[in-house]
C-alpha cells in the first residue's frame, strides 16, 4: 500500500492565518529539523501531535505559552535535550507523550502534584501504566512478525507496517513460522495470530489515553487463547 508522507521541516509561521486552530495532527511522517517556535502562535491550539518524526534539537518553551493546551505527543523522534520546564506550567495539559527519545535534564520539584493531573507521561527513568502497554505492544508485534522495529527504512515504523496489512493481508505480516498446520487448523492459527498483532497494534495507539489497558489486553488474549485449545 503507498502512502503520502510530509517531509522537510517544519515551516515558521505555520500557524498563520489559523488563529483558531485546536488541533495539529502530523505524526506517522518524514518531518525533520528543530520544532518551530511560531508554534506558539496557534493560541488556541488544544491537541499537537508530532510523533514518529525525526525531530532534533530542543522542545521550544514557548509551547508552554499555549494555555488551552490538553494533549503534547512527541512520542519517538530524536530530541535530545534538557526537556523545558515551562511546559509543566500549563495547567490544561493532561495528556504528555515523550517517550523513545534521548531527552535530558532533571524533572521540576513539584513532579508529584503535577502527575495526577497528567494521563500519562514517558521519559528515562519515569514509567507509566501507558508507556508500559505501549511496550508491551510493540514486543507482541516483534515475537508475532519476528520484524524488529529497526528494521525498517526511512520513517516506517514496525506499528505502521502491521497496520496497513490489516486485516486484509495478515499474511504479509504474520510470522510463518508459527503457522504449523494446514487445512482448517492453519486458519484457526492464522485467526489467533492476526488476533493478537491486532491487539498489539491497539496497544500501541499514538494517544496514550487511546490504549488499550493491560486488563482488558489479558482478557483479549485469554479468549484468544480458548479460541485454539479446542482444536
Not at 500500500?1 to 515558521?12: I, R
Not at 515523550?98 to 520539584?109: A, T
Not at 486458519?187 to 495470530?193: A, P, Q, R, S, T
Amino acid at each position: 500500500m503507498s502512502t503520502l508522507d510530509f517531509t522537510g521541516y517544519l515551516p515558521n509561521g505555520l500557524c498563520n492565518g489559523l488563529p483558531i486552530l485546536k488541533g495539529l495532527y502530523l505524526s506517522r511522517n518524514k518531518l525533520h529539523g528543530h520544532i518551530s517556535t511560531s508554534l506558539s502562535d496557534c493560541s488556541q491550539l488544544q491537541e499537537l501531535f508530532l510523533s514518529e518524526n525525526d525531530f532534533i534539537g530542543e522542545i521550544p518553551k514557548e509551547i508552554s505559552n499555549l494555555i488551552e493546551l490538553e494533549v503534547l505527543n512527541i512520542e519517538i523522534n530524536r530530541f535530545s535535550v534538557p526537556l523545558p520546564m515551562e511546559i509543566f506550567n500549563i495547567s490544561g495539559l493532561r495528556i504528555i507523550g515523550i517517550s523513545f527519545n534521548n531527552l535530558s535534564g532533571i524533572l521540576p520539584p513539584n513532579m508529584g502534584s503535577i502527575l495526577p493531573n497528567i494521563e500519562k507521561f514517558g521519559l528515562d527513568g519515569l514509567v507509566s501504566t501507558k508507556c508500559d502497554v505501549y511496550s508491551y505492544g510493540i514486543m507482541l508485534l516483534e515475537t508475532f512478525t519476528r520484524r524488529k522495529p529497526n528494521e525498517f527504512e526511512g520513517n516506517l515504523s514496525l506499528k505502521q507496517w502491521v497496520s496497513y496489512s490489516l486485516p486484509d493481508a495478515v499474511m504479509d505480516v504474520a510470522d510463518a513460522n508459527l503457522l504449523t498446520s494446514t487445512g482448517n487448523r492453519f486458519k484457526k492459527e492464522l485467526d489467533v495470530e492476526a488476533s493478537i498483532i491486532k491487539v498489539g497494534s491497539d496497544c500501541c495507539n499514538e494517544s496514550p489515553a487511546r490504549r488499550t489497558n493491560m486488563k482488558d489486553v489479558v482478557g483479549m488474549l485469554q479468549k484468544i487463547k480458548n479460541l485454539l485449545l479446542p482444536c
